[in-house]
């Protein structure tokens, strides 16, 4: 389920980075808010937010997945600011620190100026196919990606639902409110201690 946190954030992080000054710029717009639930062998929410475009990004993780009849609860904070990623779990007493990999992937695409193009690019580097249908989530019209393991819903390269199957156990996230430019509170980026 470690994998599952982490492909949610990346998921989560897609687009393009566009600067002169060679910051990453992921979004279309400024700031932005998105709340998930989990549905299939797993329940509790996922709130993503980001800021200045996405140089900013922070997820709040609250979930349990039922495993083997086990119920396993997992809660996080994970902070992103510019190319580092802070990973905090609540059964863990120190913060992993590590390069956030969708800038690492910038780092030899900064010619790609558009979150779209570059969601395209990262998602075939990374062994997905598009597939030639939509789904509506949020009023919003989704393109799905399908790789091996997981299928992705996105939405002008933001992540409107995520599916993931490992090992006969398949969790979905499915985003269940779309904000941007919303007003964020000024703590939200803190770096988890």
Known sequence: ???????????????????????????????????????????????????????????KMDMYVKVLGFNKKMKLTQISIKEKQYTKRACKDEVNIEDHPQYVFWKTH?????????????????????LNKQETICGLKCSIWE??????????AMLMKLKRRKMGVTVTMTATSYKTNVSLPANIFNIPK
Request: aromatic letters at 18%.
């Open 1 to 59: 389920m470690k994998r599952f946190v982490l492909i949610a954030f990346l998921a989560i992080s897609f687009s393009a980075m566009v600067s002169a000054d060679s910051v990453m710029k992921q979004y279309y717009h400024k700031t932005g808010k998105i709340i998930y639930k989990f549905s299939g062998k797993a329940t509790g929410t996922y709130e993503y937010y980001w800021g200045d475009f996405g140089a900013k990004k922070a997820a």
């Open 110 to 130: 900064q010619s790609i100026s558009d979150p779209r193009e570059f969601l395209v690019a990262y998602m075939k580097e990374n062994g997905f196919k598009k």
């Open 147 to 156: 790789g091996k393991n997981e299928t992705y819903w996105t939405h002008n």
